[in-house]
């Protein structure tokens, strides 16, 4: 079994800032790609932010300049630093990780449960 477990989540005005975690446990060999993707009421789930194995990032146009992706790959977790936050960023995020488990062949992506973010004054 894997599980991703979010947090960080919650309300904050416009112009605030906001660190989600995303921590991967379970019997995992390794740790791909990572991802935080979210979801308005209405839309479709969307890229937010991804970053590779080797550190490499790519970022959703509407986030560019605010949000940055990391990972702590000691920890199995990832990060997602929000800076100026907008009312549009209002979502709930989910991240996503392709991973490998110990004993099993290639790589399968998980889900986490989401996170809230709401930006209202």
């Known amino acids: 079994q894997v599980q991703l477990v979010e947090s960080g989540g919650g309300l904050v005005q416009p112009g605030g800032s906001l660190r989600l975690s995303c921590a991967a446990s379970g019997i995992i060999f390794r740790i791909y790609g990572l991802g935080w993707y979210r979801q308005a009421p209405g839309k479709q789930r969307e890229l937010v932010a991804a970053?590779?194995?080797?550190?490499?990032?790519n970022y959703g146009d509407s986030v560019k300049g605010r949000f940055t992706i990391s990972r702590d790959n000691a920890k199995n977790t990832v990060y997602l630093q929000m800076n100026s936050l907008k009312p549009e960023d209002t979502a709930v995020y989910y991240c996503?990780?392709?991973?490998?488990?110990?004993?099993?062949?290639?790589?399968?992506?998980?889900w986490g449960q989401g996170t809230q973010v709401t930006v209202s004054s």
């Open positions: 996503n990780a392709d991973i490998s488990r110990v004993g099993r062949p290639g790589s399968v992506g998980y």
């Open positions: 970053i590779t194995s080797v550190g490499t990032t």
